[in-house]
């Protein structure tokens, strides 16, 4: 239930205005009368419609104010002297969001959409058409990815071939904090997208963003090549940085040689290389001082693979 909340908020901000609203707009004129108002509520069944004089938006009346006024007496004055000309708008390249926010703050039935360069009346917008526009967009893309999660997993048997592998390489910045991880992140929907199972992915995820960590940390940049099999997923990790003395040392929990301001991020706690460990079947690690340090990792993805069901 959570993650279907999740992907429905990340919807509500993906989706614009233009996306779902109403293009087939029902307009009345300001000079027409409440009567010809009433007939075009009845005929179109719907609650309410802009007032437009000369292509431009100059109110809105809604079906309550048809109600308040066949209350009082019904007399047939024109929409002008009933309208509501306090006006509330949206544009069309505002996200969807937006018009929910709009919807609980006022309570009202409708929104007008107004292009935002010209101002010109181009849609509609109702509670409904957020529902049906979001759960439209929720069905394409559940149908979108059980289509991309049936081709994954299907991917390594559909192929013919005496080897068969995925290399991924990702170039990794040195003190580049707002982007540190993003490899990592990435190739974990990568896996998910493969079929591959959530035990392995999050050990793959664990170690893959210790050493991205690493490298943003303690070096000038360096990359991340991931190469999957039937078998295994391999990450080689490669830095030009100052290189680790004392391997031994640097493997023992609490060890760090971070700066302050990085520990003010949050980051150099010493236990990114033995949470690789822990996370590996396979670990190995190269380094020399002044060039810089070569990290491979191995983690078995085999049904019958030990490690992998005990971790």
């Known amino acids: 239930m959570e993650t279907k909340f999740d992907k429905t908020v990340e919807i509500l901000f993906e989706l614009k205005l233009s996306d779902v609203m109403r293009r ?14 009433q007939r075009t509520l009845q005929k179109h069944r719907i609650s309410g419609v802009p007032v437009v004089n000369d292509g431009t938006l100059v109110g809105i009346i809604s079906i309550e104010d048809l109600i308040k006024w066949l209350s009082d007496g019904g007399r047939d004055c024109s929409i002008e002297d009933i309208m509501s000309k306090n006006l ?16 609980d703050q006022f309570g009202f039935g409708r929104f007008p959409v107004l292009e935002r360069e010209s101002g010109k009346l181009v849609g509609i917008i109702t509670r409904g058409v957020i529902i049906n526009g979001t759960l439209n967009r929720l069905a394409m893309e559940y149908q979108d990815e059980e289509i991309r999660q049936y081709r994954a997993s299907h991917f390594f048997g559909d ?3 005496d080897q068969k592998n995925v290399s991924l ?7 580049d904090f707002d982007n540190a991880g993003k ?22 995820a664990i170690a893959s963003y210790e050493a991205e960590m690493n490298v943003v940390i303690y070096t000038g940049g360096g990359s991340m090549l991931y190469n999957i ?10 830095d030009n940085g100052p290189g680790i003395d004392d391997i031994e040392k640097a493997m023992q929990p609490g060890f760090t040689t971070s700066e ?23 670990m190995d690690m190269q380094s020399k001082v002044g060039v810089g340090t070569t990290l491979k990792i191995e983690i078995f993805i085999g049904e019958d693979d030990e490690a992998a069901r005990n971790y």
């Not at 307009?27 to 409440?34: A, L, R």
């Not at 509330?88 to 390249?93: E, F, K, M, P, T």
């Not at 099999?229 to 490669?238: C, F, G, L, N, Y």
Request: one cysteine or more.
């Open 159 to 161: 192929i013919t071939a």
């Open 229 to 238: 099999t039937e078998d295994k997923i391999s990450i080689k990790v490669t």
């Open 24 to 37: 087939d707009i029902i307009t009345i004129g300001p000079k027409d009368k409440m009567s010809v108002l």
């Open 169 to 175: 390489k990702f170039k990794i910045a040195g003190k």
């Open 183 to 204: 490899a990592s992140t990435t190739m974990k929907k990568n896996l998910k997208r493969l079929g591959i199972r959530p035990d392995i992915i999050q050990r793959v």
């Open 260 to 282: 302050s301001w990085v520990k003010e991020l949050g980051f150099g706690a010493g236990m990114g290389l033995p949470n690789i460990k822990k996370c590996a079947d396979k």
């Open 88 to 103: 509330q708008c949206l544009y069309a390249d505002q996200p969807l969001m937006h018009a929910v926010k709009k919807f």
